[in-house]
Structures are given as structure tokens and as C-alpha cells.
């Protein structure tokens, strides 16, 4: 699953790499906890990780607009761009540990390479 395009422009600016780069471990918690752990960092283009800042605030930019459609208090409103965008945060984290260990599913389930 790739990043929305606006943080790929944001990405692009602050020179981070915004695909998912599997941590390379073997055992299961420590990849799982690089798959977490990778929700809230990035890599920069030299390859070291930093900051998560362009996908961390996408989410919440994200929901934010969604919420300006919502047919509701101001309040209410709110309340929904925070919670919209602290579900989409975790949601990252199923999606990551997807990413993390597909190779391993597509090979030993779906017998390919």
C-alpha cells in the first residue's frame, strides 16, 4: 500500500523515502516491531530513519478536510478529524506488518516467490 499523494509531495520535499522498507531481521518480534516502529519513523534518501513527517500529519490533514463535509456542530466536527485521523494512524500498523512479512505469506501459503 503506498502513502497518499500529498504526503508523497511532503516526503518529496523534507527528502524522505516513503516506501515501506522491510527491516532485513529474522524473528518474528523483531520484525513486527520494525513494522510498528516504521508507522512513526521513515527513512531519509540517505537511509537513515527519521521522523515519519509526511505521512503522520497526512493522516490528520486528511480526515481534517473529510470533516469540513460533516453535518455537524463545530465540536462535533473536531471530534471527528481527531478520531478519524488517530484510527487511520493505526491502521498503518496492520498495514505495515502486512508489508513486513507478505514475502513470507505469498511464499509459503501461495507456493510463490
Excluded at 493522516?59 to 487511520?88: C, F, M, Q
Aim: aromatic share 8%; net charge positive; hydrophobic share 40%.
Amino acid at each position: 500500500m503506498e502513502p497518499p499523494h500529498y504526503s508523497l509531495t511532503l516526503a518529496a520535499l523534507l527528502k524522505e523515502d516513503a516506501r515501506y522498507i522491510a527491516s532485513g531481521q529474522h524473528g518474528f518480534r523483531r520484525r513486527l516491531g520494525h513494522a510498528v516502529l516504521y508507522c512513526f519513523l521513515i527513512c531519509n534518501t540517505h537511509g537513515r530513519p527519521t521522523s515519519n513527517a509526511a505521512n503522520i500529519p497526512g493522516y490528520n490533514g486528511a480526515t481534517d478536510i473529510s470533516a469540513l463535509w460533516v453535518p455537524a456542530e463545530r465540536h462535533k466536527a473536531l471530534r471527528y478529524a481527531l478520531s478519524n485521523g488517530s484510527e487511520s494512524l493505526e491502521l498503518s500498523v496492520p498495514v505495515s506488518a502486512l508489508q513486513e512479512f507478505w514475502p513470507d505469506i505469498s511464499h509459503k501459503v501461495l507456493r510463490r516467490k
